[in-house]
């Protein structure tokens, strides 16, 4: 079983940052992990991928000129890095991993997912 982990969350003031971790034990050539987010009430939304080699990531237009996605050297811990945060990015933001790859912004394929951190920005 994979065990995905997030942290980082918190409350910040609109226009501030915060920076989110993705901690898996197991990583394999070949995989996609992403981070994803989810209002009550709403429908999951992807937000951020790298895969493997961390070359190639896909960003969803509504946080592609604010986040940002890395990951350590052992490919391990997988980063968010939100800057300019807003209100309406207040949500649970998770991370999935595939087995495979992934392309683009879907969440087909992710088998393996973590329980979450709540981030809220107040204005």
């Known amino acids: 079983q994979v065990t995905l982990v997030e942290s980082g969350g918190g409350t910040v003031q609109a226009g501030g940052s915060l920076g989110l971790s993705c901690a898996t034990p197991i990583r394999a050539f070949g995989d996609t992990l992403a981070w994803f987010r989810r209002v009550p009430g709403k429908e999951r939304e992807f937000l951020a991928s790298t895969n493997w080699s961390g070359n190639k990531t896909y960003f969803a237009d509504s946080v592609k000129d604010r986040f940002a996605i890395s990951q350590t050297r052992a490919k391990t811990t997988v980063f968010l890095q939100m800057n300019n945060l807003k209100p309406e990015d207040t949500a649970l933001y998770f991370c999935?991993?595939?087995?495979?790859?992934?392309?683009?912004?879907?969440?087909?394929?992710?088998?393996?997912w973590g329980r979450g951190t709540q981030v809220t920005v107040s204005s």
């Open positions: 999935a991993l595939s087995p495979g790859v992934v392309e683009g912004g879907t969440d087909i394929g992710y088998k393996y």
